[in-house]
Antibody
Framework: EVQLVESGGGLVQPGGSLRLSCAASGFTFSTYSMTWVRQAPGKGLEWVANIKEDGSEKYYVDSVKGRFTISRDNAKNSLYLQMNSLRAEDTAVYYCVSRRRTAESWGQGTLVTVSS | DVVMTQSPLSLPVTLGQPASISCRSS???????????LNWFQQRPGQSPRRLIYKVSKRDSGVPDRFSGSGSGTDFTLKVSRVEAEDVGFYYC?????????FGGGTKVEIK
């Protein structure tokens, strides 16, 4: 059974940093592209970033370019999102999702709240 | 960016009756590899999204066959042949063809 378990969310002040992690199991992680999608409270879904299977290609939504970095460790079956210079508008549940073009499986999400 | 426009925003449905959600893209979703990356997701209250349909019409394992997807180019539809109580929630389309990937604004399905 595919499992994606996010962690690392929490309350952070504007301008602060957080690192989200996603532990993957139940599939061959190294052969899957991976994605982060977020959902602000009461709002719709927004794609944030994705990364190819080997980490060679990374794409970001414009609003996070230069502030967020997606990475992966295939040896540890893990996906990461380093978030710097956080803003109030980054407040959302962040989902780890497998496959970048078809968004196959989703984790339960981790809540990031940016507030002073 | 490719804009995904869903309609209606809200869809009150009688149990056992059909329902249909439209999703239109501002550009063709046919990828250079020949695939059309149009996907549909269901988000029940308090839950994570779950994929129902990928590449326009391929239904995921475990998804009831009352759900079906169709369309081509820029015009796509999700149909539910007979709505059940467990179908209540939000439905989103998503295009995976062009960067940045984009979602429709969502359709809220509720029981009349």
């Amino acid at each position: 059974e595919v499992q994606l378990v996010e962690s690392g969310g929490g309350l952070v002040q504007p301008g602060g940093s957080l690192r989200l992690s996603c532990a993957a199991s139940g599939f061959t992680f190294s052969t899957y592209s991976m994605t982060w999608v977020r959902q602000a409270p009461g709002k719709g879904l927004e794609w944030v970033a994705n990364i190819k299977e080997d980490g060679s290609e990374k794409y970001y939504v414009d609003s996070v370019k230069g502030r967020f970095t997606i990475s992966r460790d295939n040896a540890k079956n893990s996906l990461y999102l380093q978030m710097n210079s956080l803003r109030a508008e980054d407040t959302a549940v962040y989902y780890c999702v497998s496959r970048r073009r078809t968004a196959e499986s989703w984790g339960q999400g981790t809540l990031v709240t940016v507030s002073s | 960016d490719v804009v995904m426009t869903q309609s209606p925003l809200s869809l009150p449905v009688t149990l056992g009756q059909p329902a249909s959600i439209s999703c239109r893209s501002s550009q063709s979703l046919v990828h250079s590899d020949g695939n059309t990356y149009l996907n549909w997701f269901q988000q029940r209250p308090g839950q994570s999204p779950r994929r129902l349909i990928y590449k326009v019409s391929k239904r995921d394992s475990g998804v009831p066959d009352r759900f079906s997807g169709s369309g081509s180019g820029t015009d796509f539809t999700l149909k539910v042949s007979r709505v059940e109580a467990e179908d209540v929630g939000f439905y989103y389309c998503m295009q995976g063809t062009h960067w940045p990937l984009t979602f429709g604004g969502g359709t809220k399905v509720e029981i009349k």
